[in-house]
């Protein structure tokens, strides 16, 4: 079945880059696009990026400055970058497909 | 952007009662609309995809419907597991926007 799973540090420091990694299954990255998605403690949803079957890219326009998402289909990986973090970057991010499929998400705290 | 202006905020409601959540989109969407359940310490899950049509294993007690530009989650009967965060997010258009969300709670 599908399934994905997000995986990373769970603190960062305020002005480094974060970096978070989706592992897939049961679907191909080549046929299929990934989002990532966050939301911060207690607050709302926020759309992120996408990258397609074909690896275009799509951002958020408020992130599009700080944030690169990229994939290794080989490896059914997803990966995400997003660099300059701040406090309120702390929320949890979640990797997704077709909106149907979530990812559990995974807790980043930036803080010193 | 497209803005998706969500209403109410807040919402508590008796069992039995029937509920409705509204997100209003600040452009044209068509029917390009989903709505999605949260649970505490649990992902969203998709409740309606197409602005009416209802998701594999979604309670039928849920529906969908448009009026312009408005577009609304109906619960028919609320049922004490249907207490949640109910999100809307708009897919017509990149970026992908949500509506900032609806609290539903038991009276």
Partial sequence: QVQLKESG???VQPSETLSLTCTVSGFSLTSNSVHWVRQPPGKGLEWMGIIRSGGSTDYNSALKSRLSISRDTSKSQVFLKMNSLQTEDTAIYYCLSRFAYWGQGTLVTVSS | DIQMTQSPSSLSAS???RVTITCRASQDIGNYLSWFQQKPGKS???MIYGATNLEDGVPSRFSGSRS?????LTISSLESEDTAIYYCLQYDKYPRTFGGGTKLELK
């Fill in chain 2, 44 to 46: 969203p899950r998709l």
């Fill in chain 2, 68 to 72: 312009g530009s408005d577009y609304s």
């Fill in chain 1, 9 to 11: 540090p769970g603190l």
């Fill in chain 2, 15 to 17: 069992l039995g009662d």
